[in-house]
């Protein structure tokens, strides 16, 4: 089932300025994460944050995460046309079996970078 | 980094067909891969969970009996999509845990994607 909504479904900027967006889910999480799919293509890991982290940083990436309102945002900054992608946000909760966290994603948002 | 590379990367079929997608870790064994199908514009959603020597584990709404699923070793696991029709053509996607070699299990690894279409 979907978990959680992201918004805007689409951003259009200018090479430079900074790009957010917001993710919102339902139930309780382990981490949340945060993945860049080009058309297409598989996805590409960007940057996660566990449930008692609230912000993180990974180069021009800063991750803010508010379990209380259960919302999450993604600022990139200083925007290039090769960040243009979709960027899903998905919640991770573990599996009791083989490891590793179940996931979640979000509706998606739609960046477009335009030089 | 870990690497999950699937096989084929796209594959085109008559309906009623059946249809064998691979999911392999290359360096990293994987004791659970999830499966995921994606149709255009859309998220990802979750499939199913594979679990080697032991049966998958199916998200609700998933037919079990069309969606095939085999984790027979640690590197390895398959899903078949049996007689395939033009509603089950969409880019599914398999990933992996990373657990080994200092990686997380938080971490997963994405394999990148089949596209199908069933004519």
């Known amino acids: 089932s979907q978990q959680g909504e992201e918004d805007p479904q689409a951003l259009s900027i200018q090479e430079g300025e900074n790009a957010t967006m917001n993710c919102s889910y339902k139930t309780s999480i382990n981490n949340l994460q945060w993945y860049r799919q080009n058309s297409g293509r598989g996805l590409v890991h960007l940057i996660l944050i566990r449930s008692n982290e609230r912000e993180k940083h990974s180069g021009r990436l800063r991750v803010t995460l508010d379990t209380s309102k259960k919302s999450s945002s993604l600022l990139i900054t200083a925007s290039r046309a090769a960040d243009t992608a979709s960027y899903f946000c998905?919640?991770?909760?573990?599996?009791?079996?083989?490891?590793?966290?179940?996931?979640?994603f979000g509706t998606g948002t739609q960046l477009k970078v335009e030089l | 980094g870990a690497v999950v590379s699937q096989h084929p990367s796209r594959v085109i079929c008559k309906s009623g067909t059946s249809v064998k997608i691979e999911c392999r870790s290359l360096d990293f064994q994987a004791t659970t891969m999830f499966w995921y199908r994606q149709f255009p514009k859309q998220s990802l959603m979750l499939m199913a969970t594979?679990?080697?020597?032991?049966?998958?584990?199916?998200e609700q709404g998933v037919e079990k009996d069309k969606f095939l699923i085999n984790h027979a070793s640690l590197t390895l696991s398959t899903l078949t999509v049996t007689s395939a029709h033009p509603e089950d053509s969409s880019f599914y996607i398999c990933s992996a845990p990373g657990l080994a070699g200092g990686i997380g299990t938080d971490t997963q690894y994405f394999g990148p994607g089949t596209r199908l279409t069933v004519l």
């Open positions: 998905a919640t991770g909760s573990f599996i009791l079996t083989g490891g590793g966290n179940k996931l979640t």
């Open positions: 594979s679990n080697e020597g032991s049966k998958a584990t199916y």
